[in-house]
């Protein structure tokens, strides 16, 4: 198993660019979850995602998307990038009710 | 809504010696469950040890222990023996449930611990 696979690591876009930061995980996790991580600061809640086709908005949802048609498979989607979003992008995924959760390895996302 | 504290930005110990790192957090469940996670320069985060509010009985996973005061909501990480491996951004993190039936984390602000050969 891979666990749970961000892309791409690294990334920078300039002001008023879009991208979509890819979460894959090959471990049947129901629940997904986008955070972010400011600088010097703990991970922050973005969106998350409770099984396909159900997402809800977390503390921090402004300026982004996410869309979850497959199990496996949970794109965030930014708009209008702008540098507020600068940030280290975190997906994560657990199967169950009181499971451990399991974290991709980032996404280091600069906006100019 | 659930915070959580980490009142120490940064930390140092010599290796071998023993560091406590504090956590508080504030809530008003009765069940839930705490976590330290450690983060490496690699950003991956790691899962160190988990306690749940209706267990009196501190967790303890090899050298790291915490002291979990449910009434104080006060919950601190103690790393025994530390090894220059366990240099890394410490995270406390507190589990609540979403009104989708998720389950999801606040974090604190990280601690920054150094250990010194």
């Known amino acids: 198993n891979a666990g749970v696979t961000q892309t791409p690591k690294f990334r920078i876009l300039k002001i008023g660019q879009s991208m979509t930061l890819q979460c894959a995980q090959d471990m049947n996790h129901n629940y997904m979850y986008w955070y972010r991580q400011d600088p010097g600061m703990g991970l922050k809640l973005i969106y998350y995602?409770?099984?396909?086709?159900?997402?809800d908005k977390g503390e921090v949802p402004n300026g982004y998307n996410v869309s979850r048609s497959t199990t496996e498979d949970f794109p965030l989607r930014l708009e209008l990038a702008a540098p507020s979003q600068t940030s280290v992008y975190f997906c994560?995924?657990?199967?169950?009710?009181?499971?451990?959760?399991?974290f991709g390895q980032g996404t280091r996302l600069t906006v100019v | 809504a659930q915070t959580v504290t980490q009142s120490q930005p940064e930390m140092s110990v010599q290796e071998a010696e023993t560091v406590t790192l504090s956590c508080t957090y504030d809530t008003s469940e009765s069940d839930y469950y705490l976590f330290w996670y450690k983060q490496p320069p690699s950003r991956q985060m790691i899962l160190v040890i988990r306690q749940e509010a209706y267990k009196q009985q501190n967790a303890t996973e090899n050298r790291f222990s915490v002291n979990f005061q449910k009434a104080a909501k006060s919950f601190s990480l103690k790393i025994s023996d530390s090894q220059l491996g366990d240099a890394a951004m410490y995270f406390c993190a507190y589990r609540t449930t979403t009104i989708q039936g998720a389950q999801k984390l606040v974090f604190g602000q990280g601690t920054r611990l150094t250990i010194n050969p």
């Open positions: 994560a995924g657990k199967t169950g009710v009181n499971t451990e959760a399991f």
């Open positions: 995602s409770v099984g396909a086709g159900i997402t």
